[in-house]
């Protein structure tokens, strides 16, 4: 890390994490893609769930200019983001057993579909049981997680086990438990969070593996152009009606 003021400090951490997954979770990153697009070509549907600030990179999927517009929230009432209050109320629900069974078998997902979790920890019984849940039904389940946590912390869940062990295909973002880059004098707390830099980058390199992926079978990627160029609104609107039956959040 360069010798410099805080925010020089974080770039440069953020950097090194973003090179770090980009040289060491190469064949994960080539995996998950290739998996998206066998779920493509053959007809399933793709969602990603998180809860939290892990809720942030699954949303960076959906509905996205240059993205998949087969890729769908999995949304799980009062864990998205901070959308309830008190805000410490979604992190009491990641620890509620028996939510992503209800969650799951309420959903449009069923088996050959594909999902992401996202969990930082992987700890909580709402990824867990989610990821155990989905594969019962026949997904494909990608878990994008720290798997530092899994041999730095206790699982929360009644199996002992984390999201890592219920995938699968894992991508470790590297980030330290804490989810904080960087101490200073007289500051009491580690600060400045990078979970969020690293994670959506790896949902977005997945995304172009994937795409890359359907491309070399003689497939068009199903991508979503920006509303806000010329005729990117016609362009959406047919892919939307040629993937009609496999897009849920337009519904």
Request: net charge negative.
């Amino acid at each position: 890390m360069s010798d410099t003021k805080l925010a020089g400090q974080f770039f440069d951490a953020a950097i090194g994490l973003l090179e770090r997954v980009r040289d060491e979770e190469a064949g994960p990153i080539a995996a998950a893609g290739a998996a998206i697009a066998d779920t493509v070509a053959a007809g399933g549907r793709l969602f990603a769930f998180g809860a939290g600030h892990s809720s942030l990179a699954a949303q960076d999927v959906v509905y996205r200019a240059g993205g998949l517009a087969l890729m769908n929230l999995l949304a799980v009432p009062g864990t998205v983001g901070v959308d309830v209050m008190p805000a410490t109320l979604g992190s009491a629900l990641e620890r509620v057993d028996g939510l992503a069974g209800a969650v799951l078998d309420s959903s449009p997902a069923t088996s050959g579909d594909l999902l992401v979790i996202i969990s930082l920890s992987g700890r909580n019984a709402l990824p867990v049981e989610m990821a155990q849940n989905a594969r019962a039904l026949g997904l494909t389940v990608v878990g994008i997680t720290s798997v530092a946590y899994a041999t730095g912390t206790r699982s929360r869940h009644a199996s002992g086990g984390f999201l890592r062990d219920h995938c699968d295909i894992v991508l470790d973002s590297k980030i330290a438990i804490g989810d904080a880059e960087l101490t200073a004098d007289g500051i009491e707390a580690p600060f400045a969070p990078a979970s969020t830099v690293v994670t959506s980058a790896l949902m977005q390199a997945v995304m172009a593996t994937a795409a890359e992926e359907l491309v070399a079978r003689g497939m068009e990627p199903p991508l979503l152009r920006s509303g806000n160029v010329d005729g990117g609104h016609e362009w959406n609107g047919r892919v939307m009606r040629e993937y009609a039956d496999r897009i849920f959040y337009r519904h």
